[in-house]
């Protein structure tokens, strides 16, 4: 949202240029249009005489905040401050400081009454009152000046000497002495008191780097330290200020989810410095081997062709482009076909293909290694204006693999005709032998710049499918060195390529000489034969080029729609891949095992094969449920159930089974739970175990034989945050992973089979405890173990008397009559083989319908309790409850009756209970559960029938 300050200073910016002129002032007539009350524009809900005014304290501190050259406030929390203001009716007014520390005195003494970009510590939450929600996460990294080659990426004892810059009175300080202490490092630190201080003296080489959230020009990243918290924060008395900007954060986070996503964005680019930070192997390999032979297509326009000895085109280009972030010379070599290009690769001919799908099964089988993809090019269809029905479609050789499993999906009846070239489809259009041409989308614009546009119809084909470009090499450590190259090249400026696609397409539709060379051929011999026709020839030219422009913004808008459905397709790709490969496993594990039990006579070695195949069982089980949350999550459909829960109890019993975990794997636990730990919190009590469980059962698993993992608790802040720990001695992560750490699918070791995991595990974690409004941080070093720890602010609770839990008894079902509505067969053999070993009679009902005829045809008390499946035919678990609750007989109201069924969540719980039901049990199956649940409902109803029977008497 723009504010009337942002919108004002826009006009004037563009007082230079007569369209930025006509554009602002329409804009500004509509957003005043709307402030007059016809809108709904927030920023205009008062007149500006009417609005707040708001001291706020401003300093020079980079991309968060600075002065552009006509002394207007720019940067991250000027932008946040003015759209804020349009929700809360305020007029900011800035006051200026020299640096942080004077605008935090400023702020104590009430000169001012906000302060942005503020880190959270103790001493202020005493001194200021802070916002509800962070305005920002900044990320510390080590960053050196771009032409530095003193200091390794990969070497950390190369930074032993190195000064580092860092803001005075920041929390910056701090942050990097405890990451060098990690790393064994001794921090050599100077002070500044503003940005332009440090800056100045890291560019004028009085230190070798600085410490920093915003990246600076012409340097490049060294390591990242960490990430801090940023929040405003109001002088103490502010009070009903703070609570209006609590409330803005509150509305803009409804009305736009990505505010500070794309805030972050706008003014911190991924690709600022375009400079990538090689390993002293990387630079050794770039010496060695400066002149990098690369295959390229002999003809793909507009991405290459070969004129003469000379390769033109986007390709050649982008080389030239990574040639000056590396060092290196790219000489590009023609070729054919991509088997051509690949026999090169395996043969030494060449270095590098430089056009090769991002196909990792392809890939494998030609023995050749990927790159990540550089470029991402959305397939389109071509066909002539009026075609209603296609029967023959052409496509060029490179993308048949890829174009024809799409048309196998759709079902397609069509002919394939397949052409060395995207031009040679097109004339194969134009003459009538094809109905279609399906190509990438600038193949296909480049087409249609050099012909009559009007004459044919452009559309969409796959859906979000795209054609994903990498690089690739020959296996061996030369070819690993050259992809690490270009990986971390192509990560620098990933948007460069993007530019000159559209500029190459662009400009092409604007050049004169393709113009004439569009028109038909009856016009050029009438202009050259009548002068007079002069005029027309022009304006009919005129109105080529305005049309031409409509395509090109159009086609334009569908390059952004379709290359962020891409990115959305390839993360939806990556993820399902990941889950198949993971789910795999363990399945193998289970029909592996079962194999061998059936094959063996031997019953200690059917035993060992049987455990094996409980705990595959358990991971599947996980790794489905983790699926599930992270689903809803993303949907948005994860919903908390709070309820009371005893702290100490439910630590307990997460430590129950992790400690079966360490002891079968000879690890130490320990658990640690402080006194004040008794108590009631109100809270979702799975979520917290689903927290507990990932980070206990991942510390377990790498953390080798001998070792330890210890869970800590405590209450900070007089009992309002629960602190809770968990810590090993573990395998740890690299500096360089960690802050990838809770990414989906993110693990360093993908490869290591002792190690197999989903990569969901610690993004569960995360997306739970940001959903309770919570914290989770991460400390670790490679081979000395990982901490993580969680801070959650849960209400305290009394707790009531009915939920202290009485010493079970006795568990013996013996005798007991239980009715079972069961449709599958297996489900069902399962959990009668579990009531029978308990001595239990088991009735058998195949769907509700017969259950409630089962228990109608029964005399009164018969049966003790009711099993009922909710997905079955004929009549449904919920109806069936219903059906049973409603019936005129003694028992029909107080039998308990147990939903069980693979529909586990909360929601498909309370169905249950409003059906009728007193409880749920999840599938698969934890036999000492369900037996449990059993005993303690039945016990329940003995109580009310016994009730009943001393009324009677």
């Known amino acids: 949202m723009m504010s009337y300050e942002c919108l004002c200073r826009s006009l004037y910016r563009a007082e230079k240029d007569s369209v930025g002129r006509m554009f602002f002032f329409a804009l500004f007539m509509i957003v005043f249009y709307l402030g007059t009350g016809t809108g709904n524009f927030k920023v205009s809900a008062a007149e500006p005489g009417q609005r707040t005014v708001v001291k706020a304290g401003f300093f020079e501190n980079g991309d968060f905040m600075h002065k552009d050259a006509d002394g207007e406030y720019e940067g991250y929390d000027i932008d946040y401050y003015y759209t804020i203001a349009g929700y809360a ?99 050599h630190i100077t002070e500044y008191d503003s940005i332009t201080q440090r800056n100045e003296a890291f560019y004028a080489k009085e230190t070798d780097a600085i410490v920093a959230g915003s990246t600076i020009e012409n340097a490049q990243k060294l390591a990242e330290v960490s990430s801090v918290d940023l929040y405003f924060m109001f002088h103490w008395g502010e009070t009903q200020l703070k609570n209006s900007l609590d409330s803005a954060m509150r509305i803009l986070a409804l009305e736009n989810p990505d505010y500070t996503l794309h805030l972050k964005e706008k003014y911190f680019p991924a690709t600022r410095n375009a400079k ?147 031009d040679e489809c097109f004339a194969a259009l134009k003459s009538g032998e094809t109905d279609a041409v399906l190509c990438t989308q600038p193949a296909a614009t480049w087409l249609l710049n050099r012909n009559r546009a009007s004459d044919y119809v452009l559309s969409g084909f796959g859906g979000n499918e795209t054609w994903n470009v990498s690089f690739a090499f020959g296996y061996g450590g030369k070819g690993n060195t050259l992809r690490s190259v270009l990986n971390k090249s192509i990560l620098a400026d990933q948007g460069y390529i993007d530019q000159l696609v559209s500029s190459d397409i662009l400009q092409d539709s604007a050049d004169l000489a393709g113009l004439f060379d569009r028109l038909p051929v009856s016009i050029v011999a009438a202009m050259a034969g009548m002068a007079m026709a002069l005029l027309v020839i022009v304006t009919a030219a005129l109105l080529i080029i305005v049309r031409r422009r409509q395509i090109e913004r159009k086609l334009a808008a569908q390059q952004v729609a379709l290359t962020t459905a891409m990115e959305e397709t390839r993360a939806r790709h990556a993820f399902f891949g990941a889950i198949s490969h993971d789910m795999r496993t363990p399945l193998n594990g289970i029909i592996g095992f079962t194999d061998l039990a059936l094959k063996s006579a031997d019953l200690r070695q059917i035993m060992d094969y049987l455990q094996k195949i409980h705990r595959s069982a358990n991971v599947l089980s996980r790794l489905v449920s983790d699926t599930l949350i992270m689903s809803r999550m993303e949907n948005g459909q994860y919903i908390l159930h709070p309820e009371e829960c005893n702290m100490k109890e439910l630590l307990e019993e997460i430590a129950e089974p992790v400690r079966e975990m360490a002891m079968e794997k000879e690890v130490s636990f320990r658990v640690q739970i402080e006194d004040s730990a008794d108590h009631y919190v109100y809270a979702d009590r799975l979520s917290l175990q689903r927290i507990l469980l990932n980070l206990l059962s991942n510390a377990v698993k790498f953390t080798p034989n001998g070792g330890y993992v210890a869970l800590d608790y405590q209450s900070e802040k007089d009992g309002k945050e629960s602190v809770i720990t968990v810590s090993d001695n573990g395998i740890g992560m690299s500096r360089e992973f960690l802050p990838h750490a809770f990414e989906m699918l993110a693990q360093e070791n993908p490869t290591s089979v002792s190690m197999v995991g989903s990569g969901m595990g610690l993004p569960v974690v995360k997306s739970i405890v940001d959903a309770m409004g919570g914290t989770v941080e991460v400390s670790s070093r490679k081979g000395s173990g990982t901490t993580f720890t969680v801070r959650l602010n849960l209400e305290e609770r009394k707790g009531s008397s009915d939920t202290q839990k009485e010493m079970p008894e006795e568990e013996n079902l013996s005798g007991r009559h239980i009715l079972v509505c069961e449709d599958n067969e297996l489900n069902l053999e399962i959990i009668r083989q579990i009531l029978e070993m308990q001595k239990i009679t088991v009735t058998v009902a195949e769907n509700g319908k017969a259950g409630v005829q089962a228990f109608k045809q029964s005399a009164p008390y018969f049966y ?35 939903a069980v069924s693979a529909d586990a969540y909360q929601e498909n719980v309370d169905e249950s209970i409003e059906a009728g039901m007193n409880g749920h049990i999840s599938k698969p199956v934890d036999a000492v559960k369900l037996i449990h649940t059993i005993f303690k409902f039945i016990q329940s109803y003995d109580k009310i029938r016994q009730e009943q029977k001393n009324e009677k008497t």
């Open 864 to 898: 003790d309790l009711i099993l009922m499946d909710l997905r079955m035919p004929v009549m449904d678990g919920k109806t069936a409850a219903h059906t049973i609750r409603m019936l005129q007989r003694a028992d029909a109201a107080d039998i308990p009756i147990l």
């Open 276 to 422: 990538p930070s090689f390993t002293a192997a990387e630079k050794k390999y770039i010496q060695e081997n400066p002149v990098v032979r690369i295959a390229v297509p002999v003809k793909d326009e507009p991405f290459c062709q070969k004129e003469g000895d000379t390769v033109t085109g986007i390709l050649p280009e982008y080389y030239a482009h990574l040639g000056e972030l590396t060092g290196l010379t790219f000489e590009c070599v023609p070729f054919t076909s991509k088997e051509e290009a690949c026999d090169a690769l395996i043969n030494g001919k060449i270095d590098v293909a430089g056009v090769f799908e991002y196909d990792s099964y392809r890939a494998h089988n030609l023995n050749v290694i990927l790159s990540q993809p550089y470029l991402q090019i959305s397939m389109v269809q071509l066909t002539r204006a009026g075609t209603d029905r296609i029967s023959t479609v052409a496509m060029p050789e490179p993308y048949q693999e890829f174009v024809s499993e799409i048309l196998l999906g759709q079902n397609s009846k069509a002919k394939i005709k397949v052409y060395a070239y995207s």
């Open 89 to 187: 009716g305020w007029k900011i007014e800035f006051v200026e400081y020299e640096g942080v520390n004077d605008a935090v005195a400023a702020l104590k003494r009430g000169d001012i009454q906000v302060l942005s970009g503020l880190t959270e510590t103790k001493a202020r939450d005493k001194e200021f009152l802070v916002s509800e929600q962070k305005m920002c996460t900044s990320g510390l990294a080590v960053q050196v000046r771009a032409d530095e080659d003193r200091f390794d990426v990969s070497d950390i004892t190369s930074m032993e000497n190195m000064t580092c810059g860092v803001l005075k009175g920041s929390s910056v300080e701090q942050q990097y002495r405890q990451w060098c202490i990690l790393n064994g490092l001794t921090p």
